[in-house]
């Protein structure tokens, strides 16, 4: 019996058990992506679920698990003759974050390749995980390369393979699953579409159900198997009930007027594409199979709505997630049309196989609200897990972005935070030389992917082999090693790794002066709308972002490096300003914030963007510690833009002389535009090579 945590025994989590349901019922629905703070059991939910699936008839002996009924003419192993095949069990892949290229889609035999003189391939996940799950744990944090082939693979439900002399193509149909924290960052939109539905999940706060969650999961680690054994009633129901919506799905009629209320409500979301629209009809079939009804109802397009659009809605990587309830009505009554039979009060909502909600009775099984149920429909942005907390001398509430300032004023010394001006595009913020950073898009780089540059002999293990430069090393010693076979007689000093060339990802440490110099709202509102613009492109480079401030008697790191750049937007929104400047106290927090990150990450290269008028306070002479700070900075060569704030017909230059003492330029608040910023930084990295 499997001691895996099962599926029936999940408490609460309605609308995630339910997407996952639906899925089982319809793999062409799309997958699932899963979003939610730490510690909900996104995961734990997700590998329950393969233990639900039918099992798949497959050609025996075939690696790349072929229908008998319908082999793939293609396939690698073929071709298959006639055969009732074999069974097994439906099987959940896990991709690793970290995983390589070649894991993933397979690669050539390079053993047999040497030794026998043949090309032969190795399947990958991708093949593994044709006709069954794949599962991604935390997917928004997956290498570009990575994404890139799921992406190729979900839209043809193929993989192709061209490398190393090898060309092979087998088929790669797969239900895609994701859990994510937004806290560490947001996926790219397309992958995002990819995903059939999308759910939001949270701790509960009800503490009985908290109590029973505890319980149950202490019950399961202290007898996995006996826990196991109290649930299989309910498990042998659940799975009786998908393979029963599985044969009543091809007779489920989806009417005119649902797909009229499909398109409606797509059009009035203004959502992009046509993917949206067939994902919702798919879903609105599922639910009407899985409630048991021949034919979609109005209450299974509203539900479709509400699983398959909130995460198609978002224009720019600052926008939560979610749906507006009441338009969806108003969109679906005034749509109309022919709407089909009313929803069966013992459809979605009837409680499950058989209602009673398991051996503890909570409702946490497939009756009382559980996955048979239709969920509370509670979700919207105001539930998107990592939403910061007021930090303490802010208001409760960040006005908006193009909103006035809020009303009334923070506490003593500050005032109320300025909404940020219309952000803008900027070009590209690169950091010369080549360096060994994590994946991204921003500056070159050595990395595990990209163009082959060369080859050298490997230094340690060996992770990625060039062919060609391996067998030209070994074939002038074919002879002396007496080869005799069609094979090359190959030995460890022949081998040789590749040295390939892509793009990383940096840290961007922004220090901004939030002191009275600086609250005037018009400038403030500009300063936030570029800082905003910086996130944006951090967010497409795929960057690691912080935020310091400084104002008053100290600086505050307001938001240790992160992914997380919508985080960072937030704590902008939210930074009121006031009081006297701390500069130097802003460039020493800034300083033990890259230490930090350099043991953390020595290979992530930071850029500091100080945003200031370069005013300082304290002391007597209040500029000589922010000269001593600004050069620890110019000491360990950390690249460094001053945006200088300072406005009126007389100006001090003060920026001007910070930047020279951090070794970096400035540029005013009037040139500070995509061009300008852009241009100043490579005039940075200029002037450092120069020096």
Not at 161 to 170: A, C, F, I, L, T
């Amino acid at each position: 019996m499997s001691t895996r945590y099962p599926f029936t025994a999940v408490v609460g989590m309605d609308d995630l058990r339910l997407a996952l349901l639906l899925n089982a019922v319809s793999p062409a629905v799309g997958g699932v992506l899963v979003r939610g703070e730490k510690g909900t059991a996104k995961s734990t939910a997700v590998r329950a679920l393969a233990e639900l699936l039918p099992e798949v008839p497959v050609v025996a002996g075939c690696r790349f698990s072929c229908d008998p009924a319908a082999p793939d003419p293609g396939c690698p192993d073929g071709p298959h003759g006639p055969g009732p095949g074999v069974s097994r069990p439906a099987r959940m892949v896990e991709l690793p974050v970290g995983a390589s290229e070649d894991r993933l889609v397979g690669s050539l035999d390079i053993e047999r390749a040497l030794a026998e003189g043949v090309k032969a391939f190795e399947p990958g996940l991708l093949a593994q995980a044709h006709r069954g799950i794949l599962y991604v744990d935390e997917v928004n944090l997956l290498n570009d390369h990575l994404v890139d082939h799921l992406l190729d693979a979900a839209a043809m439900g193929a993989s192709h393979v061209e490398r190393e002399g090898v060309s092979v193509r087998h088929a790669a149909r797969f239900l895609l699953v994701g859990t994510m924290n937004p806290e560490e960052g947001e996926l790219r939109p397309q992958l995002l579409d990819r995903f059939g539905l999308t759910v939001e999940v949270a701790a509960s706060r009800d503490p009985e159900q908290r109590v029973e969650v505890v319980r149950r999961r202490l019950a399961h680690d202290d007898d996995p198997a006996g826990f196991a054994a109290r649930w299989a009633g309910e498990e042998a129901a659940l799975r009786e009930r998908i393979a029963a919506a599985r044969a009543l799905l091809p007779e489920v009629r989806l009417g005119d007027g649902a797909l009229r209320r499909i398109a409606a409500t797509c059009a009035a979301f203004e959502v992009d594409g046509m993917r949206a629209d067939i994902v919702m009809a798919r879903t609105a079939t599922a639910l009407a199979a899985w409630a048991g009804r021949a034919e979609v109802a109005v209450e299974d397009v509203r539900q479709a709505a509400l699983l398959a659009l909130p995460h198609r809605r978002r224009r720019s990587p600052f926008d939560a997630p979610g749906l507006d309830e009441d338009r969806l009505d108003e969109v679906l009554e005034e749509s109309g049309g022919d709407d089909g039979p009313e929803p069966d009060p013992q459809g979605p909502g009837d409680g499950g196989p058989d209602g009673d909600g398991g051996p503890d009775g909570d409702g946490g099984g497939p009756g009382g609200g559980g996955p048979g149920g239709v969920p509370p429909q509670g979700r919207g942005p105001e539930a998107e897990a990592g939403e910061p907390e007021p930090s303490g001398d802010a208001p409760e509430a960040a006005p908006s972005p193009g909103a006035g300032p809020a009303p009334g004023a923070g506490p003593a010394g500050a005032q109320s935070p300025v909404a940020a001006a219309e952000p803008f595009r900027t070009r590209t913020l690169t950091v010369p030389g080549v360096g060994d950073g994590a994946a991204g898009r921003r500056s070159r780089a050595r990395t595990e992917h990209g163009r082959t540059t060369g080859a050298h002999r490997p230094r340690g293990a060996l992770t990625k082999l060039h062919l060609a430069a391996t067998v030209r090393a070994a074939a002038p010693h074919q002879r002396a090693r007496g080869r005799s076979g069609p094979g090359l007689v190959v030995h460890r000093d022949d081998l040789r790794q590749a040295v390939r060339e892509g793009r990383e990802g940096n840290l961007v440490l922004f220090v901004v002066d939030a002191s009275g110099s600086m609250a005037a709202r018009r400038r403030m509102g500009a300063v936030k709308g570029a800082v905003l613009s910086l996130l944006l492109d951090a967010y497409q480079r795929r960057d690691k972002v912080g935020l310091v401030t400084f104002r008053g008697r100290d600086a505050e790191l307001v938001l240790p490096p992160t992914s997380s750049v919508d985080a960072a937007a937030a704590r902008l929104e939210r930074l009121p300003t006031g009081g006297r400047t701390p500069l130097a106290a802003g460039l020493l927090k800034a300083h033990d914030v890259l230490r930090v990150e350099r043991l953390r990450d020595p290979a992530r290269r930071p850029l500091l963007v100080v945003v200031t008028d370069g005013r300082a306070t304290g002391g007597p002479e209040p500029l000589r510690p922010v000269a001593r700070a600004a050069g620890l900075h110019a000491a360990e060569g950390t690249a460094s833009v001053v945006v200088d704030c300072e406005t009126g017909p007389v100006r001090l230059g003060l920026a001007a002389g910070l930047a020279r003492d951090l070794g970096g330029a400035a540029v005013t608040l009037e040139e500070l535009r995509a061009d300008a910023i852009a241009g100043l930084v490579r005039d940075v990295r200029t002037t450092r090579r120069a020096a």
